[in-house]
């Protein structure tokens, strides 16, 4: 099994960009598709990338996701920040014998 | 619309067992693998099981293999979690799933939760 690694907080403005890392411990990022919920306070999470970067109907195209080989990391890119972004985000993978694996999640705090 | 209603959870003593029941609406149930994930008090997201949408092939977490059991019945539309041997570690809210596609992938839609609390 492997561990998805995120940052425990990130905090930007208002209408600025903000990036959430996820660094897969072993095995190639790109083996498995990278999933990233979004979960506000006191609700139940939602999707807001799936497959590494494509983007459900509703979701803004302000939420972006990326994968990079040679940092083996997913990014869940976030531009034009607004308050109701602030939310704990979540990636997500499976792993070679079909267990699901969550980053430990990642609080944003849009100040 | 889809709907997913979580049922079942309350609180156990441990070593106790508990089924979960997820009523499944809005789609065609039989046509998608489902997902059970649960979130402790305070605490982040975590995988627990998954099945494929004919209910031949299941998934658990190292967590909860041998204790937990995932299962379907695809004619009531209804996703279950059978829970044995619970300890206090198990006390979380659980989430049914579903699923984008009849094998595992991304869950593109939650239910509300169910809060299952082990303790004496």
């Known amino acids: 099994n492997f561990i998805l690694t995120q940052p425990h907080s990130v905090s930007e403005s208002p209408g600025k960009t903000v990036t959430i890392s996820c660094t897969r411990s072993?095995?190639?990022?790109?083996?498995?598709?990278v999933h990233w919920y979004q979960q506000r306070p006191g609700s139940v999470p939602t999707t807001v990338i799936f497959?590494?970067?494509?983007?459900p109907s509703g979701v803004p195209d302000r939420f972006s996701g990326s994968i990079d080989r040679s940092s083996n990391s997913a990014s869940l890119t976030i531009s034009g920040l607004k308050t109701e972004d602030e939310a704990d985000y979540y990636c997500?993978?499976?792993?070679?014998?079909?267990?699901?694996?969550f980053g430990g999640g990642t609080k944003l705090t849009v100040l | 619309e889809v709907r997913l209603v979580e049922s079942g959870g309350g609180l156990v003593q441990p070593g106790g067992s508990l089924r979960l029941s997820c009523a499944a609406s809005?789609?065609?149930?039989?046509?998608?693998?489902m997902t059970w994930v649960r979130q402790a008090p305070g605490k982040g997201l975590e995988w627990v099981s998954n099945?494929?949408?004919?209910?031949?092939?299941?998934f658990y977490a190292d967590s909860v293999k041998g204790r937990f059991t995932i299962s379907r019945d695809n004619s009531k539309n209804t996703l279950y979690l059978q829970m044995n041997s619970l300890r206090a570690e198990d006390t979380a809210v659980y989430y049914c799933?579903?699923?984008?596609?009849?094998?595992?992938?991304?869950?593109?839609?939650w239910g509300q939760g169910t809060l299952v609390t082990v303790s004496s």
């Open positions: 099945i494929i949408s004919g209910g031949g092939t299941t």
């Open positions: 997500q993978s499976y792993d070679r014998s079909n267990q699901g694996v």
């Open positions: 809005g789609f065609t149930f039989s046509s998608y693998a």
């Open positions: 799933a579903k699923d984008l596609y009849y094998y595992e992938s991304s869950v593109d839609h």
């Open positions: 072993s095995g190639s990022i790109a083996s498995n598709y």
């Open positions: 497959e590494d970067d494509q983007r």
